[in-house]
């Protein structure tokens, strides 16, 4: 059976929120038709897969389970591109959900619409406090757009819970995302980017992104234990973009650097910021000279962004090492004394 869209739902362990997740994609019949859900069980040792297949039994023209060995994120990407059936292709979290209404809406005017990628609103949402953040990204709409029309503001960047695409054209350009490592979703905002010529606007919120949660990769824990996986991930996409760069407009020049440029500001605010000087020496260093000679031109302007209660702390471990150090212990004892 032909399908409308296909959800790629990676799963490890997540059976305490998984089925809240499939939960949210139930729509009407006519619509459940138009949809395909590939849970995608990652070598998972809960009960993830039992859940799932619960769901599968019930509404099984929707609903498939697919059992892998344990391989990351973008291994469950790359599975759930292979077997797709849908027009399109978007990923979902096994711990996040989706607006039912929206997602009802979203499918009925999909029908009408012949895209290479789809951008849709997203809340972001903390578990702990309650606190909801709303992207919305103000594209042109309702017509067809273009890359020269990609314009975001810094609060609002490009996630990937934002975009879906076309299947065909991520399997025509042989499209794969990493495997192996976390942080792999940021290529899905990234290098098939370089072949959209027609991008569609949906200007209401769809995906629910559930932060707040111990253990998520974004938890700074987590992150600083797995620090150089996320470098690995930007190292690709610069090669990526280095080797289209001379061949590219000027539009995706700009949407590419843009992209690149967030992604670089996020590891930097991780290293200064937020992990209070645990990333080892090394592995900063090595980074930093990355930086220095693969995107030359946004070396500066990162140290000038990325501050610290209007210090400029990249600028400061750069230039005077020693005086960070001293800085960095007395933000650790501060911590340490006000928490």
Not at 48 to 77: L, M
Not at 146 to 152: P, S
Not at 232 to 247: A, E, H, I, P, Q
Not at 298 to 318: A, M, Q
Request: charged letters at 25%.
């Amino acid at each position: 059976m032909n399908k409308l869209l296909t959800l790629v739902i990676p799963t490890y362990n997540m059976e305490r929120f998984l089925p809240e997740c499939l939960n949210t994609l139930i729509v009407d019949d006519e619509l459940m038709r138009l949809l395909e859900v590939l849970i995608v069980i990652d070598g998972s040792t809960d009960r993830s897969a039992q859940i799932g297949q619960e769901y599968a039994d019930t509404h099984p023209d929707t609903f498939r389970v697919i059992i892998k060995d344990n391989g990351n994120y973008g291994s469950c990407v790359n599975r759930g591109l292979d077997e797709a059936k849908g027009k399109y292709i978007k990923t979902l979290d096994a711990d996040d959900k989706f607006q039912t209404d929206n997602l009802s809406r979203f499918l009925s005017e999909l029908q009408d619409v012949d895209a290479d990628m789809v951008i849709s609103d997203y809340i972001g949402w903390n578990m702990q406090t309650g606190q909801i953040d709303h992207h919305c990204y103000n594209l042109p709409t309702p017509d067809l757009f273009d890359v020269e029309q990609l314009k975001f503001e810094p609060n609002s960047p490009l996630m990937m819970h934002a975009v879906a695409y076309r299947t065909d054209l991520l399997r025509q350009m042989h499209y794969r995302q990493t495997e192996g490592i976390f942080y792999t979703d940021q290529e899905w905002t990234f290098m098939p980017v370089s072949r959209v010529s027609r991008i569609w606007y949906f200007p209401h919120t769809l995906y629910i992104y559930r932060v707040g949660r111990d253990g998520q990769t974004v938890d700074i824990r987590v992150w600083v234990r797995h620090a150089e996986q996320e470098i690995v991930g930007l190292k690709k996409m610069t090669d990526f973009y280095n080797g289209l760069r001379s061949d590219s407009s000027p539009a995706l020049r700009s949407f590419m650097e843009y992209r690149l440029y967030f992604r670089i500001v996020a590891i930097y605010n991780h290293i200064f910021v937020r992990s209070f000087g645990e990333v080892e020496d090394v592995l900063v260093s090595d980074f930093d000279s990355y930086v220095a000679n693969s995107l030359p031109q946004l070396y500066l302007p990162v140290e000038h962004d990325v501050r610290y209660h209007g210090l400029n702390v990249i600028g400061l471990w750069r230039r005077h090492p020693w005086l960070y150090r001293v800085y960095l212990r007395i933000r650790k004892f501060a911590h340490g004394l006000f928490k």
